[in-house]
């Protein structure tokens, strides 16, 4: 794990503009293969854990979950680790409303676009909507955070929205709050309530 974790940071630093020499040298050594293109850490958070979920250990089977840092790196991200880079195979996850983002970064780097699974919103979306709101609501009580979301939705900004869109900004409002719930929301789901997208990509890995 933590030798796919130096891959990812020499890769993080390749693409701040980094030489590529330490990346390729550990990709060869750690046999990676795939890399999954993910837009930010908590969508890393719940697809890790959702492979550890299934008994699955992705670094010891060669597949380097990317976090970008935002829908904009992929061409960048693409170029390094697909076929004009590296020559891994590349798949991820992309929210809809990205989608032309990844569909021209992809085609640039002459990678195949079905690799790629869509949400429909983000994937805190679509994990909120697999579990429900009431049950998100659970996870945060037993978090300590209730006092929080109560009083953000009292919040005349947000009062009159669907609370679907209320959780999924409650998410969004303290650093590493994403992150930290990506794993909870994952954890507490039934195995026939996985959103698609996360378990196709999983599925295809």
Do not use: N
């Amino acid at each position: 794990m933590a030798d796919m974790e130096a891959f990812r940071d020499a890769v993080t630093s390749w693409a701040a503009g980094s030489p590529g020499g330490p990346a390729g040298e550990l990709a060869v050594r750690l046999r990676v293969r795939t890399a999954v293109l993910l837009e930010g850490a908590s969508d890393l958070a719940a697809v890790e854990t959702l492979a550890a979920r299934y008994g699955r250990d992705l670094a010891a089977e060669g597949v380097c979950v990317m976090p970008m840092g935002g829908a904009m790196s992929v061409g960048r991200y693409a170029g390094l680790l697909g076929p004009p880079g590296l020559g891994l195979r590349l798949t991820g996850l992309c929210d809809e409303g990205e989608q032309r983002f990844y569909d021209r970064g992809l085609e640039r780097a002459r990678a195949p676009r079905q690799g790629f699974f869509v949400c429909v919103a983000d994937l805190e979306d679509e994990l909120i909507r697999a579990l429900g709101v009431a049950q998100v609501e659970e996870i945060v009580r037993a978090e300590g955070e209730l006092p929080a979301w109560e009083t953000f939705v009292r919040q005349p900004a947000h009062q009159g929205r669907p609370p679907q869109q209320q959780m999924r900004r409650f998410l969004g409002t303290k650093k590493g709050r994403k992150i930290r719930y990506g794993r909870l929301l994952v954890e507490a789901l039934d195995s026939e309530r996985v959103p698609a997208p996360l378990e196709s990509l999983l599925a295809s890995l």
